[in-house]
């Protein structure tokens, strides 16, 4: 009896073991933050006093933001701080980006980093969240915007092509996710203006709701988080699940959306306030909100 | 072969015993306090932070319900000062009569934990204030727990809720006086000389909401103890207790606006915007009728004049 246990138990613990090493391998973990951000924070050297001595003091020492990594080439980043627009900077043709925010009172702020791309597609928001120190300079860096990503059709056959496209850092290794009841992951490589494409058959789908996203690494070795996921059906047409949240048409989703959000809060007096259409706007909504906030 | 057979057939169940148990896909948050406990006397004020471990997972959205002692502690404050959650959707309200705490606000763009190297800590959702009461007898305890309806969603385009594991904490309150009691809450208001953060007014009108009429937005934090109150003032009025969006009363946007962030140490940041139209200028009004009535009288003198001539 006590050996049978002793089996059974065995059973039970090798099944768990088993199922964790599946989910490792197929990296199930599809929403953490991942890729090669890091953070230091550096105290300023103050520069020598001038020769001849006197009563010099010297000056005090700035606490500063620098944020640094790749967005896609010679496209507009802006920078987000606690959710408003801190500052719009312009990436090199190789899709560097570097700001600096000075005068910042030292505590916890949360930074969000978007681009659009060549097209005026918007990235999502990378965003983290930090503890600024008086006096230091923290610096961000390793940043690496996830790929913009469009698909141009939301319903066709099973059989025929979906194409997936975007951009991202020039020549950036690109890994196409599909989900359906299995992972399927393409890859292909981004051009030197950083444009990618890839043709995917969907034979293997079966009829139904499925999603695609992706996600970059670099040459330098700088890996993205995942980009926007975008539904798509096959066989049988399905209503359109999440709603713009964009509101006004203003083509940002800020405060003035939020406004709306807040005044609609309940049973929505405006439907296009519920995103996910579910007769009311709630924590939900407000979720999906900030998820696609540009400030 | 038989046996072999038998012996597959109850490994079957068991294996799939043993996928259930483990949870598929663990996209898991924790809500905890900090302290989770300790011993404090009568009189006592101190505070409660109430964190978030998001284990990995990116999320942008949290409710908190709390529920306290209500017959032994009295919950004085809600501090939200460095918390990670910049926008409100229901502000920090406490109920001391039912012992109820709750909130709920969000992160634009959202919040994945710490990230490497990161100096110091940013878990933050804000701080309970609480006073201790007297207690007759013995040393007792005060519970302070979440509540189920308490959630925590991802960050993933979907409002997804988070698989919920809360952490409640419990404090043990001495009968009687040792010392002079502390307060923790008092240094912190003391410490405190820094305004909340500038910030900007807008002007809009959209038939989304107050029928189309102009309203103002405005957002701000304060990273020391926390925005208490905004007031807003139109023009020469008085200073009124408001929220963002707040319908203006001037529709006419003949008047300079000010909006005033207040923190919890009574530090103020006080922020203008217009007037956006011109007032009208009555003062040529006035001037047309001076000249008029001017006009007037030197014709009817010249008359007068004439006629004496």
Same mark, same amino acid.
């Given at each position: 009896?006590?050996?049978?246990?002793?089996?059974?138990?065995?059973?039970?613990?090798?099944?768990?073991?088993?199922?964790g090493?599946?989910?490792?391998?197929?990296?199930?973990?599809?929403?953490?933050?991942?890729?090669?951000?890091?953070?230091?924070?550096?105290?300023?050297?103050?520069?020598?006093?001038?020769?001849?001595?006197?009563?010099?003091?010297?000056?005090?020492?700035? &606490? +500063?933001?620098?944020?640094? %990594?790749?967005?896609?080439?010679?496209?507009?980043? #802006?920078? =987000?701080?606690? *959710?408003?627009?801190?500052?719009?900077?312009?990436?090199?043709?190789?899709?560097?980006?570097?700001?600096?925010?000075?005068?910042?009172?030292?505590?916890?702020?949360?930074?969000?980093?978007?681009?659009?791309?060549?097209?005026?597609?918007?990235?999502?928001?990378?965003?983290?969240?930090?503890?600024?120190?008086?006096?230091?300079?923290?610096?961000?860096?390793?940043?690496?915007?996830?790929?913009?990503?469009?698909?141009?059709?939301?319903?066709l056959?099973?059989?025929?092509?979906?194409?997936?496209?975007?951009?991202?850092?020039?020549?950036?290794?690109?890994?196409?996710?599909?989900?359906?009841?299995?992972?399927?992951?393409?890859? &292909? +490589?981004?051009?030197?203006? %950083?444009?990618?494409?890839?043709?995917?058959?969907? #034979?293997? =789908?079966?009829? *139904?709701?499925?999603?695609?996203?992706?996600?970059?690494?670099?040459?330098?070795?700088?890996?993205?988080?995942?980009?926007?996921?975008?539904?798509?059906?096959?066989?049988?047409?399905?209503?359109?699940?999440?709603?713009?949240?964009?509101?006004?048409?203003?083509?940002?989703?800020?405060?003035?959306?939020?406004?709306?959000?807040l005044?609609?809060?309940?049973?929505?007096?405006?439907?296009?306030?519920?995103?996910?259409?579910?007769?009311?706007?709630?924590?939900?909504?407000?979720?999906?909100?900030?998820?696609?906030?540009?400030? | 072969?038989?046996?072999?057979?038998?012996?597959?057939?109850?490994?079957?169940?068991l294996?799939?015993?043993?996928?259930?148990?483990?949870?598929?896909?663990?996209?898991?948050?924790?809500?905890?306090?900090?302290?989770?406990?300790?011993?404090?006397?009568?009189?006592d004020?101190?505070?409660?932070d109430?964190?978030?471990?998001?284990?990995e997972?990116c999320?942008?959205?949290?409710?908190?319900?709390?529920?306290?002692?209500?017959?032994?502690?009295?919950?004085?404050?809600?501090?939200?000062?460095?918390?990670?959650?910049?926008?409100?959707?229901?502000?920090?309200?406490?109920?001391?009569?039912?012992?109820?705490?709750?909130?709920?606000?969000?992160?634009?763009?959202?919040?994945?934990?710490?990230?490497?190297?990161?100096?110091?800590?940013?878990?933050?959702?804000?701080?309970?204030?609480?006073?201790?009461?007297?207690?007759?007898?013995?040393?007792?305890?005060?519970?302070?727990?979440?509540?189920?309806?308490?959630?925590?969603?991802?960050?993933?385009?979907?409002?997804?809720?988070?698989?919920?594991?809360?952490?409640?904490?419990?404090?043990?309150?001495?009968?009687?006086?040792?010392?002079?009691?502390?307060?923790?809450?008092?240094?912190?208001?003391?410490k405190?000389?820094?305004?909340?953060?500038?910030?900007?007014?807008?002007?809009?009108?959209?038939?989304?909401?107050?029928?189309?009429?102009?309203?103002?937005?405005?957002?701000?934090?304060?990273?020391?103890?926390?925005?208490?109150?905004?007031?807003?003032?139109?023009?020469?009025?008085?200073?009124?207790?408001?929220?963002?969006?707040?319908?203006?009363?001037?529709?006419?946007?003949a008047?300079?606006?000010?909006v005033?962030?207040?923190?919890?140490?009574?530090?103020?940041?006080?922020?203008?915007?217009?007037?956006?139209?011109k007032?009208?200028?009555?003062?040529?009004?006035?001037?047309?009728?001076?000249?008029?009535?001017?006009?007037?009288?030197?014709?009817?003198?010249?008359?007068?004049?004439?006629?004496?001539?």
């Amino acid at each position: 009896m006590m050996k049978n246990f002793k089996n059974y138990f065995l059973l039970i613990l090798i099944s768990i073991i088993l199922e964790g090493l599946i989910l490792t391998f197929y990296n199930v973990q599809a929403i953490a933050i991942e890729g090669t951000v890091n953070i230091t924070a550096t105290v300023e050297e103050p520069s020598p006093p001038p020769s001849g001595g006197g009563g010099w003091v010297p000056p005090p020492i700035a &606490t +500063k933001v620098i944020i640094q %990594g790749k967005a896609y080439p010679l496209i507009s980043v #802006t920078v =987000l701080q606690d *959710g408003k627009v801190a500052t719009v900077t312009n990436a090199d043709s190789q899709a560097n980006f570097r700001v600096e925010i000075t005068d910042i009172t030292p505590g916890v702020w949360t930074f969000g980093v978007w681009a659009e791309d060549k097209k005026g597609v918007k990235s999502i928001t990378f965003s983290f969240t930090t503890n600024i120190i008086s006096g230091m300079t923290t610096t961000i860096s390793g940043i690496f915007l996830p790929p913009t990503i469009e698909i141009d059709k939301t319903f066709l056959q099973r059989g025929e092509i979906l194409n997936i496209l975007g951009q991202t850092a020039p020549q950036s290794e690109v890994s196409i996710i599909v989900n359906s009841p299995e992972e399927i992951i393409k890859k &292909t +490589k981004a051009e030197t203006d %950083g444009t990618w494409f890839y043709g995917f058959d969907t #034979t293997p =789908l079966e009829e *139904g709701s499925h999603t695609s996203r992706a996600k970059a690494t670099s040459l330098e070795g700088l890996s993205s988080t995942f980009s926007q996921t975008l539904g798509f059906n096959v066989g049988k047409r399905m209503p359109e699940v999440i709603q713009k949240t964009d509101i006004n048409g203003d083509e940002k989703v800020n405060l003035v959306d939020f406004s709306i959000l807040l005044y609609n809060w309940g049973i929505p007096k405006n439907p296009a306030v519920d995103f996910n259409s579910d007769g009311k706007v709630d924590l939900r909504d407000f979720s999906i909100m900030l998820y696609y906030w540009t400030g | 072969m038989k046996n072999y057979s038998s012996k597959f057939k109850n490994v079957i169940p068991l294996l799939i015993i043993g996928f259930a148990l483990f949870p598929a896909i663990t996209f898991a948050a924790i809500l905890y306090l900090d302290p989770s406990s300790g011993e404090y006397q009568p009189g006592d004020v101190f505070m409660v932070d109430i964190k978030i471990d998001t284990e990995e997972e990116c999320i942008n959205t949290v409710e908190a319900n709390l529920s306290f002692s209500q017959d032994i502690l009295k919950a004085v404050d809600f501090s939200p000062g460095n918390s990670i959650l910049t926008l409100w959707v229901k502000i920090p309200t406490i109920d001391q009569e039912s012992g109820l705490i709750s909130f709920a606000g969000g992160i634009p763009g959202g919040f994945c934990g710490k990230l490497p190297g990161e100096p110091g800590e940013i878990n933050l959702l804000g701080k309970i204030i609480f006073q201790t009461k007297e207690v007759s007898g013995e040393q007792i305890s005060a519970e302070l727990e979440f509540l189920e309806s308490s959630q925590v969603l991802l960050n993933d385009g979907f409002g997804t809720p988070a698989k919920l594991t809360t952490r409640g904490a419990v404090f043990t309150i001495l009968a009687e006086k040792l010392e002079t009691p502390e307060d923790e809450w008092k240094e912190e208001l003391e410490k405190d000389n820094i305004p909340p953060e500038p910030f900007k007014i807008e002007i809009h009108q959209t038939p989304e909401i107050f029928e189309g009429k102009y309203f103002i937005i405005f957002s701000t934090t304060d990273k020391q103890t926390g925005i208490d109150y905004y007031e807003i003032r139109e023009g020469k009025g008085d200073w009124k207790i408001g929220q963002s969006p707040y319908l203006l009363e001037n529709q006419e946007l003949a008047e300079e606006i000010k909006v005033k962030a207040v923190d919890k140490a009574g530090n103020e940041k006080i922020e203008t915007i217009g007037p956006i139209k011109k007032p009208f200028p009555y003062w040529i009004i006035v001037l047309i009728l001076i000249g008029g009535v001017g006009y007037c009288l030197y014709r009817k003198l010249k008359i007068k004049y004439q006629k004496s001539k």
